[in-house]
């Protein structure tokens, strides 16, 4: 039989006390089979959970000019928050060392005249992953925006997010893009 | 003149084509070298040149 031992500390003056609450159903607590220090309800469990959640928000620092009918990467500069330091804006990616899924959101919106239609993509590793949104029936303004989970390896994955208009002057507009995401389970 | 403009100026056909199928598709990877020819798989009109495109 395993035994439990309650053990006092030499150096601490202070009596600690186990104490029954108010109920009427008998209950029995089962340590967990670890080291460690258990959790009780007075600990921060939420913050406990979250500190250290890898997590990003990038944007555009400024407006940028692209070609019509062309796949241009959007050149996400400014990050609002990058826990780890995983989104590189000096090349616009997001690479993660953490293995795991991850939500990954990409919001486009862009100006120019005579829009046609606007499709934004994320790439993985350099070549096209999935089609985030493809919208048509525009005149001066577009925008497209969505979300999905993937797996990153935490080592060579990276991803990218693209635009592709078909519209006389189109450009990327800085106050309305953002390419963000989280860790949702390391694995 | 971009990369679009210079093939439509040189197919003058591919005016109405879809450049999002696939089939011709035309990328700029924001690294500072510009617009580039990614895939050209068009059946018969051939890829241009580098001299076409200067």
Request: glycine residues 8%.
């Amino acid at each position: 039989m395993s035994k439990v031992v309650i053990a006092g500390d030499a150096s601490g003056t202070g009596t600690f006390t186990i104490s029954a609450p108010n109920g009427n159903t008998d209950r029995t607590l089962v340590l967990p089979d670890e080291a460690g220090t258990v959790l009780t309800s007075a600990s921060n469990i939420a913050q406990q959970s979250t500190q250290n959640q890898v997590s990003f928000a990038c944007v555009l620092s400024t407006d940028q000019n692209v070609s019509s009918n062309t796949w241009t990467k959007i050149t996400f500069d400014s990050a609002l928050l990058d826990s780890n330091g995983f989104f590189d804006t000096t090349v616009n990616k997001f690479q993660p060392t953490i293995a795991g899924w991850y939500q990954i959101n990409l919001s486009l919106s862009m100006q120019g005249s005579s829009i046609a239609r606007l499709i934004t993509r994320i790439y993985k590793n350099g070549a096209n992953f999935r089609m985030i949104s493809y919208n048509s029936g525009y005149t001066s303004s577009a925008a497209g925006t969505g979300s999905f989970l993937l797996y990153m390896n935490g080592s060579t994955d990276y991803l990218e997010g693209y635009g592709y208009p078909t519209a006389t002057s189109p450009k990327f507009k800085s106050s309305e893009c953002e390419f963000s995401g989280f860790l949702v389970r390391v694995d | 003149m971009n990369l679009y403009e210079k093939i439509i100026s040189i197919y003058p056909e591919l005016a109405g084509f879809d450049f999002a199928s696939g089939v011709i598709t035309l990328q700029n990877d924001s690294d500072g070298k510009g617009d580039y020819i990614k895939e050209w798989n068009h059946q018969t009109l051939p890829r241009p040149t580098e001299e076409q495109l200067a």
